[in-house]
């Protein structure tokens, strides 16, 4: 390198207003790391998703040259126009860069929110509130001795033990309530934690850990009632937006783990901090939670390598449930606090799907129940109360709006409903963010289709004939919206002039491929399963997770996301993880439930399944290549 | 303070050789703590108790004047040969400083030696070796599941448990062993430690928290041998010698407790690592740890405010056992290991009075026992299986050779042994480090008095008639050791040639009030309890203590450090609380007999005893003022 080259370069981010100084040669993407500007991305910075689109303002020259994958990733007009992938570029001087909507990973909608679900309130941990006889010389009991006796005496709890952290500080405490205090027990068993004084302020936070978002559901124990809720992007995207591009940067980083964990501690603790202050409380004010999410995500929050989860035989580190300390975990909730994590099912079948099964209870269900919960992993169960299967496959990321060509997850701007007129091709949709369809809008300022929003073109595209059965691209239709770019088949959407990145949106013959083989994959799972359990059909759908409330049950059904169910037996729940999380946190029979179930429901590995690959061929079509739909037959074509 | 003084002066301490930079105005005593150079102290640096004399080598102009307090402490010779008090003397100007031997803390002779004891064994951790099936994807179980259940089936253990922290690293330690693994397994209940293929290395260690000095005794736990002993300088020393002074440290100091915690984990943490590198292995070795102290030793050890145990009503926080994860404790031990501290009796009684009674076990005696634990604090147990009882009495530091003229710790040079011919009225003595009597020595280098040597000389002085029954000296004999001193009696146990500091060792008029302070409130202690218990004599008395085991027991007696017991019946026995600490680490029932016995023990508070005054007030003479004494009729002076 040459002498005379300068080492630090000036960057500055907009619109987030971000600035600083960089080393000669980091990437876009380095740099917005280090400044705290978090771009979107999936590859693990591999140049292969095309997702980290950024605009140079100024001194475009300052870089280095548009390399292959960019000129893969890129149009000639978006090149033109000053646009680079984060990834791939290199700085060599002072640069302004713009990140456009798109790529912005803040702007995301949190579409996890509680529902509204009575809970029988059975709490972990309870509150006692008692005045202590002061010591005097000839009763110099030890504090904790005349605490253990007033709660054996006054509440009958025996056998108490008390956390040392509590025991630390318990002589100040007591003498400073005046011999007054709160206790709070968990389990019956164990004083977590003492306050002077009568306080009835007490919560606990329930924690559903999402690949792609965080949320904090903040309870209060006495009542059971949600006193908040708080969301956040999960930060862990920023070094791989799927499962396995995780689980690879474990294995490829030394401290791969411990950044990953790191980045999920730091923003519970950032989420519980802001949830009690919502409710007017402290973090400390946090006595108890309960954690779900996939076996990954639950590796990582322990932080236990997640890299046996990813190869054969895909064993995890502990199936069962586990309470740990807080502390133990680097959360700064009260110091005595435990943490209650959710069982696991199998090395794909994550403590989020046991949240699914408490939230829903299959296993007091007659009806057979079909539960498809589609995260950027397809999670399955099967059953009733006699028996109860799950299992897992690889839907892809089609349905959260990734390896979709002008794909986006929930964000203002993506399109989540679509309609085509069979007649005349013509096309109306919504976008995130505003209450009317397109034609009525003066500024549409479309910027792509978000999940439920490509199941809906899909499946209006099918009933039109766009597409036919097979997933093919009707070669004989005539519409001026149908039309081929560079060799492959696509389908206007949304009109440049209706979009805020001035292109117009399309749904391409790779984008319906993707979403067969999204929705093929839970046909055929829901399929084999249904053999393995000897039955026909099935008597309910159950849609769960964010992306399930969203999605057009209709729609769902014509492309065949799932077998023939009649639509009025199909159900959206929302986020029945974080539902479940919070069953958890505030029942601990459901606790003990959770553990049962998630030892009774029987694992199907698929991909070892005989015959699995036919029945997955044959779920690609829309809805299947044999089998009978008898209630669609007034929503499918001819 | 003049613009043009200079801000910095080097120091340099010797013999240690430690140098550095230290800030005008500060303190030699000051200097010392931040390079590392232990300076004996006892009174908090308030320039009382005249023990950090050090002697300027260079450059006495550029310190502070002598002050009132060193007029005091320091004799006319000692001022001319440049003896200043290191907490007295401030610095303004390079200097080079000597610290003779007996102010130098680290030239502590450590006494504390484990007994050879038999001990049953039944630790709290035991070890088992397990081979594991290795997953399958047929048999895709937790590794921990996989763990537990091979536990359960080959040893019965079921219930069990996991540490966190061994969770967390499970999947590596099993692939590592190739799914053989050795694990530690506390109370049967939980699994504390997992190691990769079979190993044979575990420890516990046995730790006795003095107030002047730590010990450790490494364990092996499989056979119960003692692999290693490490002893230390209590640290904490150095911000007060006595209990109560660091407890008015904790209170003057918002850092107090802090520091003085930090300061004992520390020395743990070394002294476990130097334990386990004698038996060549690593800290991490060390599976389980059994801790005993005084009240004192025992709250700043857990981080407990000690501020209450010196006020009315001297509660303390907490009175039972505790069994506490290392790691909270700071202690870097294996990670998953617990601490078990022995339960305290009251305020002034701590777990290593509690020690000493499961060493002892005068709980399973006819006879009635006196045990006798002169430790800076005298603790004194006394009665059978029928009934116990416990007291505390402030001894005065006398026997630890502090309030002594020429007092001193256990230290080479120190006078342990002591005889006076009543008829020439001249002295033997022995030093610590020398195999012979000061005659047959040509080198005899003698420093001070330490506690069994002061025992000794008033024993012999009141033997040979140089003080009478109320201590007062005998102004009639007439011998050239005996003299007077600016109005105050002193008699001369090494001359100024068998010294080292080139001046006499007496033991002076205020020295043998000093002695009468401390043995009178243990006789009247002794006295009151045998009251409280309906006794008229004590079979037994047991001398406990690392000083009660070089103490002679015939010049105790003739002192009357004790009630009249038959010679043969009074034993030394040692460290007992160590001892007491090594019987909890390797024998679970002790421990739950410790704390059977810590509640079963009555403790009499002797300060609201009535009468105790007068009591005391008979106790102060030789042996006592109206006792009888049959046992030392021959030993007695007419």
Known sequence: MPRSKKQGHKVVFEPAGRRGTVGDGETIREASRKLGVPIEGICGDKGSCGKCRVRIKSNRGALSEVNDAERKLLSARQRRGGYRLACQTRIHGDIVVFVPEESRVAKQVVRKAATERAIELKPAVKRYYVELTPATLEDALGDWERLKGELGSRFSLTDLTVDYRVLENLQEVVRKGDWKVTVWVWMGTEVIRVEPGLRDRGYGLAVDIGTTTVAGYLCDLAGGEVAATESGFNPQAEYGEDVMSRISYTM???????????????????????????????????????????????????????????????????HHSLNIKARDLGLRISPGAYVHVLPIEAGFVGADNVGVLIAEEPYNQDDIVLIIDVGTNGELILGNRKRLLSSSCATGPAFEGASIRHGLRDAPGAIEKVEIDPGTGEVRFKVIGKDAWNSELEDVGATGICGSGIIDATAQMFRAGIVDRSGRFNKELETPRLRENEGEKEFVIARADETSTGEDIVVCQGDVRNVQLGKGALYAGAKSM??????????????????????DRESAAVIGLFPDCPLDKVYAVGNAAGDGARIALLNIDKRAEADEMARRIEYMELTVEPGFNKTFTRSLWFPHMDDDFPSLKDLLPA
């Open 252 to 318: 490829n980083n030394r401290d791969g783990l411990k950044n990953l964990n790191r980045a999920i501690i730091k923003t519970i603790n950032l989420i519980a901090g802001r949830a009690a202050a919502k409710a007017r409380g402290r973090r400390k004010d946090i006595v108890d939670m309960a954690v779900v999410g996939n076996t990954c995500m639950h590796h990582l929050f322990l932080n236990m390598h997640p890299g046996y989860l990813g190869r054969v035989p895909f064993a995890p580190a502990v």
């Open 530 to 551: 249904m053999r393995h359990l000897g039955v026909e059909k099935v008597d309910r759908v159950i849609l769960a997770g964010a992306f399930g409330s969203y999605i």
